[in-house]
Every structure is written in C-alpha cells, then in structure tokens.
C-alpha cells in the first residue's frame, strides 16, 4: 500500500496544481484544522484553532448584508485596509483594492469582480488576505477570498430577496445661465484688450431664458439632457438543502439600474447571474463537487452616451431646436460654425447600441482521502473553463441641423448635419476570451498530542487567450505548516511562478517565504483572570520574483503598419516602381518596440508583522499589522531618456530599472456587548499606504524636481507667490514665459533655479505625500426585532489638486462658465480672460486643498421576524459629506463634471426565507 501511495505522489508531483482554501479532515477525527480560517473575526468570535501566522479578517454573510448601490465590490466598505473609487455609472463601477493588490477569489479560483453577482445572498463569507505565505502558497496577491454557500444539512431551504432603490446625484457641476455667461465673456473679452461681444440690451433678452428663442437663446444644456436621479432594482432566489449524499446550492440574482440620461433611447444596465454548487459524497473518501455559473449582461445607451457638452457650449450659442423640415418631415436642430455638433440632437437622433457581455464556467472539483490508508492524506483535483465574449450591436444615424449665417441673416442647412438614417442594426465591436486552469493538491494533515503539522505540494497550468493576446503560466509549489501546543507556530512556502511574458531563461524564478507566531495567551504563566483572552504576535518575511501581468513577449521585436511610405518624384513622366506619372504610396512596416534579450523578472522582498487580541471575555477586540514591500527590476519604459538623434523617437523598449517601497499599516479596534435584547458593537480601523519610489529612470535632473526618492502620490509644481498687483511688480520680477503677456491679477511663480526666467525647470516637489489616511467607524445597534447600522468613512492629511477637473480650470475662450468660476473669480479664480491666460492654469499652491472628508457611507435600518423568515429594511448610502472641497466631491473630482456624479441613494427592500 505505502508503494502504491509513493507511487501517486511521484505521478502527481508534476503535474501543475494550485492550493485552496477548504478545511481539511485529519484522519477519521471529527476535528478540523483551518490553516486559512482568519483567527479574527468582525463580531469578536476567534476561528477554532487557526494554524496562521499573519493577520487576516474574516467576515459572515450577517456582517456584510448591506449595499444599496448594485455593486458586489462596494461590500469592501466594511473590510479594514481595502480602498475603494467609486463610480456613480450605472452597473458594476465601484473598483477596490486590498493591501496593495486587488486579487479575488472565489471558491478556490481566480476570478474577475464581475462573476460575482451584486446580490450578497450566495456568500457565506469573505476572507481577506495580507499573509506572504498563503499569497505564494496561493499563487495570488493580496486580496479577498469569498466562500460561496454549499449547504450540507438535511431538508431543504428557499430564500427570495427584492430591493428597490432611489439613486440621487451627489454633487455635480453647475453652469452659468445665458445672461450670466454673457456678462463674464464681456469681462474676459476687456481683461485680453478686445471688445465686449454683448450689449446691455441682448444680456436684457438673454435673461429670458429661451432655450428655443432663434435670436437670443439662453440653453441649460445639461439640464435638458441630464437628470439627478435614476431607479434601481435587484432581486434573487436561492435553493439548498441535502440528500442523502448530496447537497446543492443555486442562486438566481436579477439586477436592472437605470440612467441619470433624460432623453434619447432606452438607457439602462442589466444583469442576470445564475449559480449552482452540487456536492456528492460517493464514499466517505470519495468527493465530486460542481461548481458552475452564468452572467448575462447588457448596457443600452444612446451613440452620443454621456457627456458633459455644457463645458464647451455656450448656452447662448444656439436654440434646441428650429422647427421641423416640411420635406423630411424631422425636426431641425441649431447648431453654429462655432459649435458644428448639437449634444442635445445626437441624444435624441445619432442611434442607440447595445453591449452585450456573456460568460459561463464550469469549475470541477474531485476529492479523495487516503485516510484509510495513510491518516491524514488527501489530494484534490481542480478543473476550470470559463469562457466569455462581448458583442456590441445598434444602428447609427445623423441628425438634421441648421446655423445661423450672419453675412445674409438666414439660417442655412448644415453641411455635416443633413438628417441620414442607418437602414438596420449593425455589428459594432466583438471580443472574446477564454481561461482554462488545471490544478492538482496533495496535502498531508498531522494532529496528535501537542503537534499539529500540514504539508502541500501543488501545481497549476493556466491559459487566458483574450483579444490579441494569449498567457500561458504554470506554477509548482510546497509548503509546511507546523504547531507546538498551538502556542508556537512556523509556515514556510517554496514557490515557482513560470509566465511566457518572459524570455525562457526567465520564465521560471523561485520564491520563498516563512513565517513565525507565539500565541502569549495560551502560555501558563498568562492566566484567564488577567482579563486577556486571546493574544498573538506574528512577524513573515518573503523574497520572490515578480509575476507582472503584461503583454507578451516584451523581450522581442515588435513592428507595426505605418500606413504607407512615398516613391518616385513627381515632377517626373513615370514613376520607377508604379511607371505612372505621379509619386505612389505603398504599404509600410516600422518597428514600435525593440526587443531588450537580457530583460527579466523583477524580484520582491517583503516583511510584515501583525497582533491580533481579545479582552474582556472577547467583547473587546483589537488588531494591527504591518507590511513593508520593495519591489526592484520593474518594467520600464526606457524610451523617454533616448535622445530622438539615436532615432528612436516614439519606440518603445523596455528594461528592469525601476523600484520601489511600500509600506502600509492597518489598525483595528472592535467593541460588542449585550445587555438583555439590547446589543451593540462599535468597530473602528485606520489604514494608511505608501509608496517611495527608490529608484526611478529620471527624464529631469535637478534635485528639487526628481523623482527617485519621493513618494508615489507626490504632488510637482510651481510655487506660487500670489498674484501680480501691478504692472510695476510684473516688471521686476523673472519673465514668466507661459503667455505673450502677463497682467494684474494673473499668479506669480518662485524662480526656484534663480535664472531670472520661469519655466518648467521650476517645477518643485509641492506636496510630499497627497495620499493620507483612511478611516472606518462601523456603529452598530439591536433590540429586540430591529436593528440599525452605520458606517462612516473617512480620509484625513490628503490634498487634492482642482486642476484634475475642468470644472474650476475652464474658462478660457469661447466656452461655458461654471457657477463656481462666477462666485469665485479674482479670489480662488485667478484672472478672468478670454485669452492669452495659460499661466494662470499650471499645478502650483494655488490650486491646491485639503482633500480630508466625512461620508456617512452607509444607514440601514431592518426589521426581523425569524420564526418565518422575513425581513424588511430601508438602507441609505453617501448621505453627507462634510469636507473643503466646493461643488465637486474631494473623492472623486471628475464625478459629476465629467463622468456620472456619486450618488446619495435610499433603497426599501424584503427578504424571506422558506424551510
């Protein structure tokens, strides 16, 4: 029999295989070891027995049951160290990020956000993962782990779920109304030296507010295309229960949001995710597990989608609309030679598309244990095919259009604009992509006496063919956990990542890592009367290659079609290749990128340190890790410091040169209690990244300007002294070569390299580290039936710059003013011109605020009757923000000016479970 095992494992060992993350059965003991189980959970309870040694949280379904905006990643909220952007777009648009990663997985495999539907009704819970040892045993980064539900109890189980929301936009931009905008380009217009464009008597009728007067229109262009509301709904079903030997879960999950767009076709974003997990034991050694999903998706919108035209066209520039054609039988939209393209019309006339997103997997899971045979041996195997594509359909159409010729005064048909429909539908962009993984895992669980020890050898093969490209990676790796009277314990891990983005001496690099915990709260000479209930140190330190993500073959060639090159002189009767009269053009190839032979993997070293603890019979609960990353050899681009004589201006070449180091921190303290039917828990943690750039391939070389050795979110600019107060200050001070002219009003720069001139050889390191920290305050309160929770969310030490929005940056020429420009000009809105106004709109001090915020991210209130399974509940997200930002959301910049606004959202919704 050992023959016969010895001879498995040889045939195993290798083939690729990958670790997962399910508990194991030791021998035919009842026991479980959780070597990935958390050891510290929100609500306070410890994992039984945890074999680990570095921090991780866990969360239940019951603590992440919220989130009224449809978006699965938006359940990152309530996970210490994870960092959210979010997007007010309708469908899946908040992206997260965890520690320095972004990893998730789902059930054992790597997946995309978007496999998992909005509707947190199949998990069961969520891991998060900061440990190197499980990373490389992983073969992942830092991340989140989900557990979907497999029930295994007898019976059956039927939950259904409803939830309908109200989505109103936050913040967003405001604009000045026709007479508004006229009286601000008159002032513009004088501050340049040129004449006032309208009189006093136009501004009068400009004042009426007539969006389809033909001589004085005044048109609230966003308004008329934009609204500050929108609906959503989700809704699912769920079934479980067991068999005999078989267990099941499904889930079928529903989502439809709507559009802030308030003409045109039918906007919107659906989905449809149906899930299934069957389990069979056929032995008590013997498992087959299935795991398979399907997303179906689809967004409608207009061609023109959603724009902020407001920004570039003056409401005074021309009417909506003009009539309708007697010939056509369309209506005519106004337009200018100004302003060519009416937003308002290609809503309404330029067609509609439709992008549609389907993918389906199939995850096969095959178990065995040995136990019988050799206690403690299990292997498991894992096959994988997912398989997706995208196709994007509609038809296309003109509108009809007429400007106003100011030489004959008549308004004439457009040359652009001449009302052309497409006849059908039409293909309008396809992709598709696959990913194939096969895993295999032995492990071996030892748990006797004071000892506990775990080994793992895996292996895995993995190919993801997308759109014009094609990965192909393999991995191999063993592990070893051990623990002496779960007081002292060791994990260490050899990993072996191979990629083919690599040149083959390349392609394979080894990693290692390890790791120590003392667990001071089982130690005899620390008893229960202290008050300490759990207590635990942990430190891991690793060193391995880097498995950037990237496209394929960098070490090679690359030549692309240039269009076409010119032969023969035209000037001559024959041309020498074509013998025809004139020059000829025929196809060339130029190369884009030139292959580096000796390029290679970049290489990581990493440590963290971490304390988990429980007081006061675990009400009390706090916990706080450390990690320090360098990663050195990254990918660069090496092309910006190749003078363009070497001829090689605009091609691509890439070398191992860049580094840096990252350090994050995370800290968490948790609070629960009960007193009779009352309950409550008040949970706070603070999380703060950053990251130092040690080496970096400078394009500058002055020392107050560069970059290696400043921080990642540093903020270069000019400094600014102010503004000009006369023409006599202007000319003593150094030139500023920005504009022809500068004047009164306009802001003035420090000569920082002291040459009497400025420019870009000014620009200075202004802020050290724009980042700061990141806050979550979780409130939580029960009595009884009902219940109340609130999260809030916050930012502090963080600047932002207002020049990453045009909102307080535009102005300049012939364009629509903002409200904040109208109450803000000669004060924090420099000078007001219609040109010659570049140097007022450079990064520098003055453009600069606190980026420091306070959201109430999340309000919920529910009620519960649990004897039948019902509950109802009324949820509210980003209620209030309390910040120095004016207009815009200091979150979020672009939100609302140039992207859809965040939304303030108020959702009702029911759910019911059946036995």
């Not at 309160?781 to 930012?795: H, V």
Request: glycine content about 10%; overall charge neutral.
């Amino acid at each position: 029999m050992r023959k016969a095992v010895l001879t498995y494992l040889l045939i195993l060992m290798p083939v690729f295989l990958q670790a997962e993350s399910r508990r194991l059965v030791v021998g035919e003991s009842s026991d479980t070891l959780a070597p990935y189980n958390s050891g510290f959970r929100f609500d306070g309870k410890l994992g039984r027995k945890p074999l680990r040694t570095a921090l991780s949280q866990t969360f239940a379904l019951k603590d992440l049951d919220f989130s009224p905006n449809p978006d699965f990643r938006r359940l990152y909220i309530t996970i210490p160290g994870a960092l959210i952007s979010e997007s007010g777009a309708p469908g899946y648009n908040a992206v997260a990020t965890y520690m320095n990663g972004n990893a998730l997985q789902l059930d054992g495999f790597l997946v995309d956000p978007y496999e998992i539907h909005p509707s947190v009704s199949e998990i069961s819970e969520i891991r998060t993962v900061g440990s190197i040892v499980d990373r490389y045993r992983l073969g992942m980064g830092n991340g989140v782990y989900v557990t979907t539900k497999s029930e295994e109890r007898d019976g059956h189980h039927v939950s259904a779920g409803f939830e309908s929301a109200f989505l109103l936009a936050g913040r967003t931009a405001k604009w000045c109304n026709g007479e508004d905008f006229a009286r601000m380009m008159n002032q513009a217009r004088v501050n340049a030296g040129l004449p006032e464009l309208y009189s006093e008597e136009q501004i009068r009728e400009y004042a009426k507010s007539d969006p389809l007067s033909r001589e004085f229109p005044s048109v609230d262009l966003r308004s008329e295309t934009i609204r500050d509301w929108r609906t959503s709904q989700k809704a699912y079903v769920s079934m479980s229960g067991k068999e005999g030997r078989t267990s099941y879960y499904a889930n079928v999950n529903w989502l439809r949001d709507g559009d802030n767009l308030r003409i045109g076709p039918v906007s919107d974003f659906n989905a449809l995710n149906v899930r299934g997990n069957v389990k069979t034991n056929f032995t008590r050694e013997l498992s087959l597990e299935v795991h398979s999903f399907l997303n179906l998706r689809f967004r409608r919108s207009p061609n023109a989608g959603f724009n902020m035209a407001a920004s570039v066209t003056p409401p005074v520039e021309y009417p909506l609309t003009l009539g309708t054609d007697e010939e056509q039988g369309q209506t005519i939209y106004g337009v200018s030679k100004t302003v060519p393209n009416s937003y308002y019309a290609a809503l309404m006339e330029s067609g509609s598309r439709t992008s549609k997103y389907r993918s389906g997997s199939v995850n096969a899971v095959l178990e065995y244990n040995f136990g019988k045979f050799v206690p403690g041996l299990s292997a498991r195997t894992d096959v994988r095919f997912l398989l997706s594509g995208t196709t994007t359909d509609g038809s296309v159409g003109d509108y009809l259009a007429s400007y106003y010729d100011e030489v004959s005064g008549n308004w004439l048909p457009s040359s652009v604009h001449q009302g052309v429909k497409s006849s059908a539908k039409s293909v309008l962009g396809t992709s598709f992509n696959h990913l194939f993984e096969l895993q295999e895992t032995l492990r071996y669980s030892y748990w006797r006496g004071n000892h506990r020890v775990m080994a793992e050898a895996w292996a895995k093969i993995r190919e993801h063919q997308y759109p014009g490209q094609r990965a192909r990676s393999a991995t191999i790796s063993a592990s070893c956990d051990y623990a002496w009277k779960d007081r002292y314990m060791v994990q260490a891990v050899l990993y072996v990542p191979g990629s083919t983005v690599y040149r083959k001496s390349e392609r394979f690099a080894a990693g290692t890592a390890c790791g120590l915990a003392w667990v001071l709260s089982n130690e005899e000479w620390l008893p229960a009367e202290t008050g300490v209930d759990h207590l635990k140190l942990m430190v891991q330190a690793g060193f391995g290659p880097l498995d950037v993500v990237s496209s394929q073959y960098l070490f090679l060639d690359s030549y692309v079609k240039s269009g076409s090159f010119t032969s023969g002189v035209s000037s001559v009767d024959y041309d020498w290749i074509a013998q025809s009269g004139n020059s000829v053009s025929k196809p060339g190839t130029v190369i884009s990128r030139l292959g580096n032979s000796s390029l290679g993997r970049g290489h990581q070293i990493e440590a963290n340190a971490g304390i988990e603890a429980a007081f006061l019979g675990r009400r009390l609960n706090f916990f706080a890790s450390y990690v320090y990353i360098h990663d050195t050899g990254l990918l660069t681009d090496a092309n910006a410091i190749y003078p363009d004589f070497y001829g090689m201006n605009g091609m691509t070449t890439y070398i191992n040169w860049n580094a840096k180091k990252s350090h994050l921190l995370n800290v968490g303290l948790n609070w629960n209690d009960r007193k009779g039917r009352f309950s409550y828990g008040i949970g706070y943690w603070v999380n703060r990244q950053s990251v130092i750039w040690d080496k970096y391939l400078e394009t500058v070389i002055n020392d107050y300007s560069k970059v290696e050795g400043t921080y990642t979110s540093a903020i270069r600019g000019y400094t600014c002294l102010g503004k000009f107060a006369s023409e006599e200050e202007i000319a003593a001070a150094p030139k500023q070569n920005f504009d022809v002219r500068t004047f009164p009003g306009d802001l003035r720069y420090k000569d920082v390299d002291g040459n009497g001139v400025i420019d870009s050889n000014d620009i200075s390191v202004i802020v050290k580290d724009a980042a700061g920290l990141w806050h979550n305050l979780r409130l939580q309160f029960s009595y009884g039936r009902a219940s109340l929770l609130a999260i809030f969310r916050a930012r502090t030490g963080s600047t932002v710059n207002l020049l990453s929005s045009g909102y307080y940056s535009g102005g300049r020429g012939y364009v629509n003013y903002t409200e904040w420009m109208r109450e803000n000009v000669g004060g924090d809105y420099p000078r007001l011109a219609y040109e010659g106004n570049n140097g007022n709109f450079v990064t520098s001090g003055f453009w600069l605020r606190s980026g420091d915020f306070l959201k109430l991210a999340n309000l919920e209130f529910s009620f519960s009757y649990p004897k039948c399974g019902l509950r109802l509940f009324a949820r509210g997200e980003n209620l209030f923000c309390i910040d120095a930002v004016k207009d815009l959301d200091p979150e979020n910049l672009a939100a609302g000016y140039s992207t859809y606004a965040l939304n303030r959202t108020i959702s009702l919704g029911i759910n019911i479970g059946i036995r």
